[in-house]
């Protein structure tokens, strides 16, 4: 129970999609009626794409009256984008040299502008971050130890954002394990979630 603070549901038109959900229909009256029976003692936000959350305040005659406060959130421009890369490299404690910097910049204003509705955002950084830092891990893997030296465990280089191409824009090997060093504490991989992207926001009127 949310009583005195926030219930926030993400992806809210899941519980108006179409096929018979029972759970999703029962779970909004539910909403609709806490939000009636306990007005002003807790707020409620539900958020999603801009589209599905018209059809989810459609759904239901008591949803568009009672979430009476609607927020559109713009896309990331690509140097924010940029800027988001930055600060989840520095999870894995890695700084981009100039040529990466460059490639990883045409790429990400380059998803900008191909971006559709369903446009990731900073999702979409996270995977190429995920990605180049397994790349940037199986090439030091690859070298003879002597040859490793510290910088080179802080350092993203071409060579490991290469694959991320226009011809190429889809996040290869999303999800598979990364390989981890231990060297003058250089760090393993990380990621970090950032909300931010074309969401709808709807501000519940229970406040």
């Known amino acids: 129970m949310a009583k005195g603070g926030v219930l926030f549901i993400d992806e809210a038109y899941a519980l108006t999609a179409s096929g018979g959900n029972d759970f999703g229909k029962e779970a909004v009256e539910t909403i609709l009626k806490r939000m009636e029976d306990k007005r002003g003692e807790f707020i409620v936000i539900a958020a999603g794409y801009p589209d599905n959350m018209k059809t989810f305040l459609e759904a239901n005659p008591g949803l568009k009256s009672r979430f009476d406060k609607v927020f559109n959130f713009e896309d990331y421009s690509p140097s924010d984008l940029w800027e988001i890369c930055v600060q989840m490299l520095k999870t ?11 490639h990883l910049k045409k790429y990400f204003a380059f998803r900008y502008e191909r971006k559709d509705k369903f446009f990731g955002n900073a999702r979409t950084v996270r995977k190429v971050v995920e990605e180049a830092v397994k790349n940037q ?28 191409e226009k011809d190429n824009d889809e996040i290869a ?30 501000d519940g009127g229970a406040i």
């Open 92 to 102: 894995s404690d890695l700084v981009p040299d100039i040529a990466a910097e460059a």
């Open 137 to 164: 891990h199986l090439r030091l893997a690859s070298m003879p130890e002597i040859q490793r030296q510290p910088d080179m465990m802080h350092s993203l280089i071409l060579a490991d954002v290469i694959e991320f």
């Open 173 to 202: 090997g999303a999800g598979r394990g990364k390989v981890g060093f231990n060297f003058g504490g250089g760090g393993g991989g990380g990621s970090v979630s950032l909300g931010g992207g074309q969401q709808q926001s709807t």
